[in-house]
């Protein structure tokens, strides 16, 4: 009689440690799915965000290029400085050009953010020597 209660008591116990590790291997796999899911949907938001940020970036080189070529009067030899935005600041560099009276200067705009270069575009713009 002794035996056939422990005997039941085992597998009981058994029985629920079954399902004990049933609930914690399952509550692992649902814990690693979401931790999974979580860092896919940083990563796509990190890419968005860069992306957006090279969008800008291309955008506001090739406005400064566009409004250099459109008035190049304005513009003599040298390197301007224009801060665009907290971070963001942009160098212009025209270099001096041939000497026909249509010259025509390299121009050099890098933008920098953070202080470290991101992007740099490289033209040639014509203006007339005056």
């Not at 440690?17 to 940083?42: P, W």
């Not at 409004?67 to 003599?76: E, L, S, T």
Request: positive net charge.
């Amino acid at each position: 009689m002794c035996n056939g209660k422990v005997s039941f008591q085992l597998r009981n116990i058994k029985k629920h440690g079954f399902i004990l590790v049933e609930v914690v291997v399952g509550t692992g796999i649902g814990l690693m799915m979401i931790l999974f899911l979580h860092t896919l949907l940083m990563k796509s938001s990190q890419l968005n965000a860069q992306s957006k940020c090279k969008i800008e970036a291309h955008y506001l080189v090739q406005q400064i290029i566009e409004r250099v070529k459109a008035d190049p009067r304005r513009y003599d030899v040298g390197t301007y400085e224009i801060p665009i935005k907290e971070d963001w600041t942009m160098v212009i560099t025209i270099l001096e050009g041939s000497s026909t009276p249509v010259a025509s200067y390299p121009i050099a705009v890098t933008l920098y953010i953070e202080g470290n270069p991101y992007l740099s575009f490289v033209s040639i713009i014509a203006k007339e020597k005056i």
